[in-house]
């Protein structure tokens, strides 16, 4: 793979730590990270998958070791024996150039290789990329050092998947089990008080996507000029007090606020309220008789949280029942570098009202990586932000995270958005 082939993946070489200390140090932190995310799992827990979307603990560990397996360490290092050749079907996503796979909504039927084969399989993998790091000649080094970043990116947005996937696997089970004790990152902010302020931007001529410095994924590139209306936008997350008040006024019975197919998808769900809120008996109850299912168990609602676990279609809903709307995602991205601007990142993601299409000039990486993003661009929504379970430090303002409109397990939540600056 040559540098100049792909403007983002020169940026991300700028990116990448040349340092090769500070890039064992990287690796070796994003490696144990995901370990660390499953150490409250039993072994059971780590091998079921609860739906299509969702994979097991287990597959989500051993995809992330395949990744460095097939896209830095066998094409870059003659001298890398695999594991097992057979895992490369195992444990492929939707990489067609680097050939089959076992089918996506199978995952939770390989009971083999067992925990431990996957925790050995990691292992190897992770001590022949520290060979690697060491050992790699100055062009080797230079070519390869933007694939391992890249590489765990990946593996941190595999990491949020092992929280959101777990969560719903654990919503299934009648017991209702906590991943782990109550975190003390919970959603709960003092600031978020009854009534959000409205930040007035005057819109005008804007710069939108990656601005060059640091990581960034491809579909954040290029950076290109964007024409905004006046606008304002609210500086905090719509909460879950606020959207118990939706519930209560018949929000998931009017299908005057619904898009047609998130009007179908309310009624062939049977939805009457986020995913994980436990239904009190009467869902006009106030905020104060529910519960919400999250990763410490099943908690009182709490009314100043952010409201989570929202499908692009009940996100649309509330923001037209509260005369408003979702906004663009090149409003949020403008607004986030705005002063008074709270909760942009680190609580939940947001929906944005944009489709989740290329840039003007997008062109994919290079070679295997080259169907990382691109070739989901059409029929999917951006979300913007950061979750709760989002690594630290893993986003920025020009982050493109992007899901199906009827996508309920993420933890996304909504900001509203309003036409004119007063």
Known sequence: MRLSESSALAAATAAAPQDRVLAQDRFAQVRGHSLALAEPLSDEDQCVQSMPDASPTKWHLAHTSWFFEAVVLGPHWPAYRAFDRRFGHLFNSYYESLGARHPRPQRGLLTRPSLAEVHAYRQHVDDAVSRFIAEAGPEAWQAVAPLIELGLNHEQQHQELILTDVLHLLSCNPLLPAYRAADPRQLRLAEAQEGAEWIAMPGGAAQAGHAGEGFAFDNETPRHPVLLAPYRIADRLVTCGEYARFIADGGYEQPTLWLSDGWAAVQAGGWKHPLYWILPGDVRAPASHWQVFGLGGAQALDAAAPVTQLSFYEASAYALWADARLPTEFEWEAAAAAPGMRQMTGHAWQWTRSS??????????????????????VGQLVLRGGSIATPAGHTRASYRNFFPPGARWQFSGLRLARDGAC
């Open 356 to 377: 989740y299409d290329p840039y003007p000039g997008f062109r994919p990486l290079a070679g295997a990586v080259s169907e990382y993003n691109g070739k989901f661009m």
